[in-house]
């Protein structure tokens, strides 16, 4: 069931250039078509970045704008700021 919640998911968010999400199981999510982040990430706050190099388990849905990408560089995310970044 989990698995098909996905997949659709990714027919409803046209709009949107890619899908991102933090888990720990990455093992699910890449048998529906998520791709584990390799490369660094950081959050965006104001005009500056904060590294989160601790950060585990940053996947990827690419969606039909979604640009080429290179899995190995880095990603960033508005921060939600003063706790949270990707969780």
Do not use: K, N
């Not at 990827?60 to 949270?84: F, G, N, W, Y």
């Amino acid at each position: 069931m989990g698995s098909a919640l996905l997949r659709h998911l990714a027919t409803v968010i046209p709009d949107y250039v890619m899908a991102c999400l933090q888990t720990d199981r990455v093992a699910f999510y890449t048998h529906v078509g998520w791709e584990l982040w390799r490369g660094p990430l950081a959050g965006r706050a104001e005009h500056e970045l904060i590294p989160t190099p601790e950060q585990q388990g940053v996947m990827i849905l690419r969606l039909p704008q979604t640009p080429p990408l290179d899995l190995d560089s880095l990603l960033t995310i508005e921060s939600q700021l003063p706790a949270r970044i990707w969780e």
